[in-house]
């Protein structure tokens, strides 16, 4: 007999900032959620939810998702809650939604995050992030973005992170995943392969790491 | 006649100090007849014991202790116990017994190192700690005991109180095992593995995130004491291996059992009492110098046999929020807390720090640690309990018989009045010779 453990479901949590456009991909949410009730066995709730940097209720979220096209420049209120939110073993995943390293997002998001925490460097490819719960032997899946004629047309080899205690403290993409993965579930079957996949790696290995 | 009576003044002095001399290097007159009884104190030494218990027609001592004899002195008597002498001893006061005290130090299950000392006393006592080194600590005890955890181990500590002395030898070595974690992926397994990882220890884990998909941890191995010091079995993911664990923790590891993981019957004989009906947290209280209160708490009712309490929570009713029991060799920690992640998030600015130290503290109060070194109960009582050392050595207090002849051990001291005697004799003689114009 299998018995299911009491334990709360998990919430998909998107970071608003007063700088910048945090709500750029708004079906990613339910998208991501939908492929982690899809793939795996994990309590999720049906709804994500959206929670100012600036407020504490930032802490009730250990996994905070935070994209955008603009120059990222945290409040000091913001910054401190960061600040506590990463000291206190939060992850939080910044998506560059231009996919440019000389993008204004990227070049924002990367000294905010040099301010306020530590240096964003190169993830190597084989974290234990790549292979949680699907493989990806080559490090991050690439995006049909990440070619498509705007931002910087560079295929980036690496996400970028903070590590505290050789865990993900801070993971930074310039893969433009905001753009892959901010469409409507359904259309997953039309899809050879699900872009998402790799968001479900991610879900899975804050809940375990 | 002047000078008659200088010299005499000045003899006399002289002869004054000689019976001083002498008085001090008496030894005290022992009549071979008569069985010796000896009135000492903690100054009594296993020599001054040896040196009395050389006649041979000794044939009885008794002791009147104001302090337990130290460690030699207790070996003299054993042995004069075992030669034939009819050995005794009690209180010299016979409103109040000698100091009862018993010392243990054993490794704090932490990879740190570290050992934890307890001290039992009988009654409420101020007691002073030391190392090798010097004086460490004191303590007022209360219920007859007190503990320390000291981040170091040095190779020998000692307690005392009242002249009585207990000391023990720490262990040469200490292995520490990992630790296993039985919980569903979720913020609290997650957390707790940092917690714990942070602390220093190997956390390993299997967490089920789909039906033929598991996340490890660390490196499984089977539940033994020989690999593992103690299980934290946060959820019913525990249950599935309930006769594992059960024997682990018979073999005497540790196992913190968490409310959610002992709800089920399969944890029946492990758990120290039933689970009554989740409490909601006190709101706000995460932030307070209380912040467990701000915690949900599946309350602990119904005690099994040989379970303790171990805390309450300020709740309405006073609910019991972590209660403790052993099973076969091991030690259980039944905690009723739910969602500690939320402590350590959300609590105030020393959350992660206290958060931490409270997991480390729950692992400490269970955890199976292997050392090797001095077998301090392989002596047992030895110095680690002095009086029950004295009492297993040559018996239980007893009066003294009627019959003995009582002698006073302590060395002879020659009394003030020779000196006096002797100091007054020569001012007088010099006196004289000053009235008379002598030099």
Do not use: C
Request: cysteine-free.
């Amino acid at each position: 007999m299998t018995v299911l453990p009491n334990v709360s479901p998990f919430v998909f949590a998107t970071a608003q900032y007063e700088s910048g456009d945090w709500d750029s991909a708004p079906s990613l949410p339910g998208n991501l959620i939908d492929s982690v009730a899809r793939y795996t066995s994990l309590p999720v709730a049906p709804q994500g939810v959206s929670v100012a940097l600036a407020s504490e209720d930032a802490l009730r979220y250990p996994l905070l998702f935070l994209t955008g096209h603009l120059p990222v420049r945290f409040t000091p209120q913001e910054g401190r809650v960061l600040q506590r939110y990463v000291e206190r073993g939060g992850l939080l995943f910044i998506d560059d939604h231009n996919h440019d390293i000389d993008g204004a997002f990227h070049k924002t998001a990367l000294e905010e995050i040099r301010r306020l925490v530590a240096p964003l460097t190169p993830l190597r490819n084989n974290h234990p992030l790549y292979t949680s719960f699907f493989r990806f032997e080559d490090g991050p899946p690439t995006t049909s973005h990440e070619l498509n004629g705007w931002g910087d047309n560079l295929v980036h080899e690496h996400l970028l992170a903070v590590l505290r205690n050789d865990r993900i403290s801070v993971l930074y993409s310039n893969k433009d995943y905001s753009s892959e993965w901010n469409f409507h579930p359904d259309n997953k079957r039309f899809m050879g392969v699900d872009p998402t996949r790799f968001g479900v790696n991610l879900v899975v290995y804050a809940l375990t790491h | 006649m002047r000078v008659i009576l200088e010299r005499t003044l000045r003899t006399s002095a002289v002869a004054a100090l000689l019976y001083a001399w002498w008085l001090t290097g008496r030894t005290p007159a022992s009549g071979s007849e008569a069985p010796l009884v000896a009135d000492a104190d903690s100054a009594l030494t296993a020599p001054q014991l040896a040196q009395r218990l050389a006649d041979p027609m000794r044939q009885q001592l008794h002791l009147s202790l104001t302090a337990v004899p130290d460690a030699a002195s207790r070996a003299v008597l054993h042995a004069a116990d075992h030669a034939g002498v009819d050995v005794s001893w009690q209180s010299r006061d016979s409103a109040a017994q000698l100091t009862s005290i018993a010392l243990s130090a054993l490794p704090l299950a932490d990879p740190a190192g570290g050992t934890v000392l307890r001290v039992a006393v009988r009654d409420s006592a101020m007691i002073a700690l030391a190392d090798s080194v010097g004086w460490i600590d004191s303590a007022q005890t209360e219920s007859g005991g007190v503990s320390w955890t000291l981040p170091s181990t040095r190779r020998q500590y000692s307690v005392s109180h009242q002249g009585t002395i207990a000391r023990v030898n720490s262990a040469d070595s200490a292995a520490i095992g990992r630790l296993r974690l039985f919980a569903a992926p979720g913020w609290e397994a997650r957390f707790v593995m940092r917690a714990l990882e942070e602390s220093g220890w190997n956390v390993d884990a299997a967490f089920a995130v789909a039906p033929r998909a598991t996340v490890t941890a660390g490196l499984l191995a089977p539940l033994d004491t020989a690999r593992y010091a103690a299980v934290i079995a946060l959820d019913s993911t525990a249950w599935l291996q309930a006769s594992a664990i059960e024997r682990f923790v018979r073999s005497g590891g540790g196992l913190v059992l968490f409310a959610d993981a002992a709800r089920g019957s399969a944890m029946r004989a492990l758990r120290a009492g039933e689970s009554a009906t989740t409490v909601s947290g006190v709101p706000g209280a995460l932030q307070t110098t209380a912040p467990r209160e701000g915690l949900p708490l599946v309350p602990i009712i119904s005690l099994a046999a040989g379970a303790v309490p171990i805390e309450r929570s300020a709740r309405a009713g006073a609910p019991l929020a972590i209660a403790a029991r052993t099973v076969g060799v091991g030690r259980v920690l039944h905690v009723g807390y739910r969602d500690t992640w939320e402590w350590r998030m959300l609590g105030n600015e020393s959350a992660p720090t206290d958060h931490r130290a409270w997991w480390q503290s729950l692992v400490h109060r269970t955890a199976f640690v292997s050392h090797r070194g001095t077998d301090q109960w392989s002596t047992f009582p030895g110095e680690a309990a002095p009086l029950a050392d004295l009492v297993a050595r040559v018996g239980p207090p007893g009066l003294q018989n009627a019959s003995t002849v009582t002698e006073n051990l302590a060395p002879v001291a020659p009394p003030v009045w020779l000196f006096a005697l002797a100091g007054t004799a020569l001012l007088a003689a010099w006196w004289s010779r000053r009235l008379r114009d002598a030099r």
